[in-house]
């Protein structure tokens, strides 16, 4: 009976992760923390939504969401992916990040052209919205 209740977890849990991009050209330290771990990030790695992304000195990441957006994260950055929706069949659209510091490259994909405002890229002094384009932010 506990090995049954520890597998329903499990899959509770699996299930409730949403997988909303993967991880590639990672170049140095790079990890994300979820709510109740840290895990190195590698080439290869899949992000969910609510993940913060943080790089060291040195360090790099591009990482391409399920809507073909592409990101590249700079060194000493942190980014918390907020929430990503990505549901076109039932036209459900929902994409936010956070800068704390760091710089990024952002260039946009599916979700800024079919719904441009569902997309918001915040940093602790402005909200850019765009509408289908490429973008470079740093925050000191």
Not at 89 to 94: A, I, L, M
Not at 116 to 130: G, L, S
Request: glycine share 4%; aromatic share 10%; charged share 20%.
């Amino acid at each position: 009976m506990k090995y049954i209740l520890l597998t329903l977890l499990i899959l509770f849990v699996n299930a409730n992760a949403q997988e909303i991009a993967i991880a590639s050209q990672v170049k140095g330290s790079v990890s994300a923390k979820s709510a109740d771990k840290t895990i190195s990030i590698t080439s290869g790695s899949t992000l969910n939504s609510g993940m913060v992304l943080i790089t060291k000195k040195d360090a790099s990441v591009t990482v391409i969401f399920k809507d073909n957006s592409k990101l590249v994260l700079g060194s000493n950055a942190l980014l918390s992916l907020k929430k990503f929706v990505f549901k076109p069949t039932e036209e459900k659209y929902d994409f936010q990040l956070f800068l704390e510091k760091g710089s990024a490259s952002f260039e946009s994909g599916k979700i800024s052209q079919l719904s441009p405002e569902d997309f918001v890229f915040k940093t602790p002094e402005a909200t850019v919205a765009i509408r289908g384009t490429k973008f470079f932010v740093k925050v000191q």
